[in-house]
């Protein structure tokens, strides 16, 4: 079947150090996205890419980076510059049609 | 700018209730717009769609009318069940463009009571 994947579905790290989560998808979408979802706030688009080797920023991409080197991966990094990043994270992919598709999610927490 | 509001939660009802959870929208021209359904702990699900004026989604007994003139998109269950019970999110998807980016609301709670 096809999907996403994320993994892992829970994450702990100490604060300063970077992290990364990971996003793989095998449903031959172009295009793939990074939400975070904070209780009350919805979900908020850190990061999206279009096409491989591309990407932009979304309304809060302060503190993240990400990488788009093949079609079906789109790894987050939440580095130690994100002031508040214990969060629940989560990855999409969408067609050019705009149908998306959600991963299960990560849950960060930094201590 | 585009944005979606919709109503605060939780909202708590018996079993086979009538549920309605508000949706109003800012956007520029026709905007597609979707309902999404989140399970404790799971990422989401899309849960019905719209994509012009007087559509009506429908899926699971929970309906859906695009109105333009309030410029809302409305959730509604005749009949809720306790496996009801998630956080759902109204969303959109501007008109046009290059990108297919979703515009969020900040979810409502449901919890149906046996």
């Known amino acids: 079947d096809g999907g996403i994947t994320q993994s892992p579905k829970y994450l702990f790290r100490k604060e300063g150090q970077n992290v990364t989560l990971s996003c793989e998808q095998n449903l031959n979408h172009d295009a793939m996205y990074w939400y975070r979802q904070d209780p009350g706030q919805g979900l908020r688009l850190i990061y999206y890419s279009q096409i491989v080797n591309d990407f932009q920023k979304g309304d809060i991409a302060e503190g993240y980076s990400v990488s788009r080197e093949k079609k079906e991966s789109f790894p987050l990094t939440v580095t130690s510059a994100q002031k508040n990043p214990t969060a629940f994270y989560l990855c999409a992919s969408s067609t050019l049609r705009g149908d998306f598709s959600f991963g299960p999610g990560t849950r960060l927490t930094v201590t | 700018g585009n944005s979606v509001t919709q109503m605060e939660g939780p909202v708590t009802l018996s079993e086979e209730a009538f549920l309605t959870i508000n949706c109003t929208y800012t956007a520029t021209g026709y905007p597609s717009l979707f309902w999404y359904v989140q399970y404790p702990g799971e990422g989401l699900q899309l849960l019905l769609k719209a994509t012009k004026a007087d559509d009506k989604g429908s899926n699971k007994g929970f309906e859906a009318t695009y109105r333009k003139e309030t410029t809302s998109f409305h959730l509604e269950k005749g009949s809720v069940q306790v496996s009801d019970s998630a956080v759902y999110f109204c969303?959109?998807?501007?008109?046009?463009?290059?990108?297919?980016?979703?515009?969020f609301g900040t979810g409502t709670l449901l919890a149906v009571q046996p």
């Open positions: 969303a959109l998807r501007p008109p046009g463009g290059a990108t297919n980016k979703l515009i």
